[in-house]
Every structure is written in structure tokens, then in C-alpha cells.
T-cell receptor, first 115, second 112 residues
Framework: EAQVTQNPRYLITVTGKKLTVTCSQN?????MSWYRQDPGLGLRQIYY???????DKGDVPEGYKVSRKEKRNFPLILESPSPNQTSLYFC??????????????FGPGTRLTVT | QQPVQSPQAVILREGEDAVINCSSS?????VHWYRQKHGEAPVFLMI?????EQKGHEKISASFNEKKQQSSLYLTASQLSYSGTYFC?????????????FGGGTRVLVKP
């Protein structure tokens, strides 16, 4: 089954404790992204990757890091989480092609709470 | 740069129609539509491309006016399963990889 998986699905942590949210896709997609979703603000892109070792900032990259060492994986790293990073996070992937021409597949989401 | 959706919320009775609009201040060459049910991930509905090409859902229709930089999603003869939050997404730069920007969403509730 074609899918994007994320782990963990739920995470409660404390300010400053480094954490990683993993994302993996089995569709051989080149493009992967991370979004955060907050009430009233919709989905905002954090980082995206066009291929292995190629990443770029989205609209709200502050406080986040990413890496793309393998095509299937795109982990999101919060080196020093703060309460304003409490949010619902989605990983997404799509096939290579003209931007906007191919549908995105979203992972199930990770609900992060930073106290 | 975020596309603007309207209305923010709509309540329907089963069988009624509704229109959700998405407008942009920048030129568009495609518009995406996704639906998200409570507690779930957004799910792809359709893509409308410049020139009239359309890919996606068979039962939900949409239009794309390139000149007006607008798209509309039509929920016709709504079903209970249409409830959820609808997002439009727009890529502003053709070659900028996967940079898709989403609107704030329209919450749709279909009642029996």
C-alpha cells in the first residue's frame, strides 16, 4: 500500500529537550515536505526537499532542522523545542515534476505538545 | 502569499449545494484542493491546471479562472461524507520544487 508514515503520532515533551519526528514514504517520491497546522492558520510549510541532500526552507523554518540522506526518509528535528512549537505536524511527499502538477500524499500527523 | 478562502465555514443540509472559493494575489498556473476530516490527514481531491486540464475526484467539481486568479470548489447534492475542512493550495513559483502554499481552510458541516 502506498503510504507516508510518521512517528511518533503523539509526543509530549519539555522545553529544550531535542526531539526527532521521523517520516518515511514507500512511493519512491523525490519531493518531501513538512507542514505544521495550527487553528485558523491552515497548513504552513516548514521545509521541503527536492531530492537526497537537497533541502530548502518553507514559510516557517525557524526552530527546525531537516535532513534527507535517503530518498524514502525525511526526519524533522527540533533541537531545542519551545512551547510555540506545539502543533500538529504533517509530512507529505509527491512525485517529481512541475511544481503543483502532482498531488501530495500526507502522513497521518504527529501531535506535539511542548510544556 | 497565502491564498484566501471563503467562506470560513458553511453548514449544509444533506442534498444542498455549496461553493468554496480560493483567491490569490499572484498569478496561478494550478490550484490544488484537499479535504481533511477531523483528526486525519488532508486527502487529495483534485488539481486544476492552467489550460483547463483537471485531475482528481469524480464527484466533486471545481473551476479555475486564471485571469481572476481564482478557483471554486462545488459541493453538489452534498452527502454526509463531505463534512470536513477544505484547503486550496497554490504553487507560486513554477520551478521551486514542492513549495505549495495553502489557504486557511473552509470548514464544512453537512447535517442529515
Amino acid at each position: 500500500e502506498a503510504q507516508v508514515t510518521q512517528n511518533p503520532r503523539y509526543l509530549i515533551t519539555v522545553t529544550g529537550k531535542k526531539l526527532t519526528v521521523t517520516c518515511s514514504q514507500n512511493m519512491n517520491h523525490e519531493y518531501m515536505s513538512w507542514y505544521r497546522q495550527d487553528p485558523g492558520l491552515g497548513l504552513r510549510q516548514i521545509y521541503y526537499s527536492m531530492n537526497v541532500e537537497v533541502t530548502d526552507k518553507g514559510d516557517v523554518p525557524e526552530g527546525y532542522k531537516v535532513s534527507r540522506k535517503e530518498k524514502r526518509n525525511f526526519p524533522l528535528i527540533l533541537e531545542s523545542p519551545s512551547p510555540n512549537q506545539t502543533s500538529l505536524y504533517f509530512c507529505a511527499s509527491r512525485a517529481r515534476g512541475l511544481a503543483g502538477s502532482y498531488e501530495q500524499y500526507f502522513g497521518p500527523g504527529t501531535r506535539l505538545t511542548v510544556t | 502569499q497565502q491564498p484566501v478562502q471563503s467562506p470560513q465555514a458553511v453548514i449544509l443540509r444533506e442534498g444542498e449545494d455549496a461553493v468554496i472559493n480560493c483567491s490569490s494575489s499572484k498569478a496561478l498556473y494550478s490550484v490544488h484542493w484537499y479535504r481533511q476530516k477531523h483528526g486525519e490527514a488532508p486527502v487529495f481531491l483534485m488539481i486544476l491546471l492552467k489550460g483547463g486540464e483537471q485531475k482528481g475526484h469524480e464527484k466533486i467539481s471545481a473551476s479555475f479562472n486564471e485571469k481572476k486568479q481564482q478557483s471554486s470548489l462545488y459541493l453538489t447534492a452534498s452527502q454526509l461524507s463531505y463534512s470536513g475542512t477544505y484547503f486550496c493550495g497554490t504553487p507560486y513559483i513554477k520551478a521551486a520544487g514542492n513549495k505549495l502554499t495553502f489557504g486557511g481552510g473552509t470548514r464544512v458541516l453537512v447535517k442529515p
